[in-house]
């Protein structure tokens, strides 16, 4: 199968919000999955929950942009068996939509959100150091429906988790509530414990409020963070463009004069060709010339030789004839 290009990845960190062990902090590593193809992160000590990795990056030859690229992160364990964190998937597809990527994807653990991880990618397609695609043709328009696509896809799996989180609170929160209301029947403190829980409500909405606000803080650095990424690589690549144009200009006027050059070397060979040709064509000329008139010149001897034979032969018959008469 033909090779379409080949994606970069680069695991930077993960920010889990569910533990595997509640005495000791996680030992965090991410394997990674894409068809035959397999990669292990390094681990982690202590990282826990917010592990960061550096200089942890794989290539992945894409031959299919349908296939998955999956990931499973999990807790070092010494001792006994490596528990899972979470797990995640994506298609292909999603990466090569931009040249340079910074993104956070989800993990998840038994179908509940358990926290993301943050991975930046380059795309390289074959045979060619950089490609674009004008919005005008096909080739850009489905580029351009594949990164909508995508973005609708984070932007529902988001609210999905978001919905879905606020379901199972309520839930908890109604279960428990249930719980106590049918405990407290019959009770003669029921409306001082009721009011305890009113007040104990009030509080767990203001710490919601502030792990809210916590949360949107840092999905405010985190875009900052993605911003700053995506700004410098930008730059990088706009440099490197300008850095490959100005090469090949250089080279587009090296090899302008190296052909000019060349071209005036091949006139002058040329002419100096044609030159000896023709006086070899005239020496040629001469020569044959030279031989021509020798031979006429030797045929106006032969005739005049035997002109001056056949006067002596006329003169002889006449001196004959001459003889005869007298007789």
Request: charged share 45%; aromatic share 6%; glycine share 4%.
């Amino acid at each position: 199968m033909k090779i379409l290009g080949i994606l970069t990845i680069e695991l930077v960190e993960a920010k889990f919000t569910r533990s595997t062990d509640l005495v000791r902090k996680m030992d965090p590593y991410v394997e990674f999955a894409c068809r035959e193809f397999e990669w292990k992160s390094s681990t982690i000590d202590s990282g826990h929950k917010k592990p960061k990795w550096e200089g942890q990056s794989f290539d992945i030859e894409v031959k299919y942009l349908g296939d998955d690229l999956k990931w499973v992160a999990k807790d070092h364990d010494k001792i006994g068996r490596d528990e899972p964190i979470g797990d995640g998937e994506s298609k292909l597809s999603a990466f090569v939509c931009y040249e340079d990527w910074d993104e956070w994807f989800a993990v998840e653990h038994k179908g509940k959100p358990a926290g993301k991880i943050h991975l930046r990618t380059h795309w390289k397609p074959a045979g060619e150091v950089e490609e674009k695609h004008s919005s005008q043709d096909e080739m850009g328009q489905i580029t351009e429906k594949i990164k909508e696509l995508a973005q609708k896809k984070r932007d529902l799996t988001d609210k999905y988790n978001e919905i879905k989180e606020e379901m199972d609170r309520h839930e908890e929160e109604g279960n428990a509530k249930l719980e106590a209301e049918n405990a407290e029947e019959g009770d003669p403190e029921k409306w001082d414990k009721k009011n305890a829980r009113a007040e104990k409500k009030c509080e767990d909405d203001h710490a919601r409020v502030e792990e809210q606000r916590a949360a949107l803080d840092e999905k405010k650095e985190e875009f900052e963070a993605k911003l700053a990424y995506e700004t410098k690589m930008a730059v990088q690549r706009k440099d490197e463009f300008i850095e490959r144009m100005e090469k090949a200009t250089e080279k587009a006027a090296s090899d302008l004069e190296a052909d000019l050059a060349k071209a005036e070397e091949d006139k002058l060979a040329c002419q100096e060709e044609n030159h000896r040709k023709e006086e070899e064509m005239r020496n040629k000329c001469e020569a044959l010339n030279g031989a021509q008139r020798r031979r006429e010149q030797a045929i106006t001897d032969e005739i005049r030789e035997i002109a001056e034979k056949l006067l002596k032969i006329n003169e002889g018959i006449a001196e004959r004839l001459q003889k005869l008469t007298e007789l």
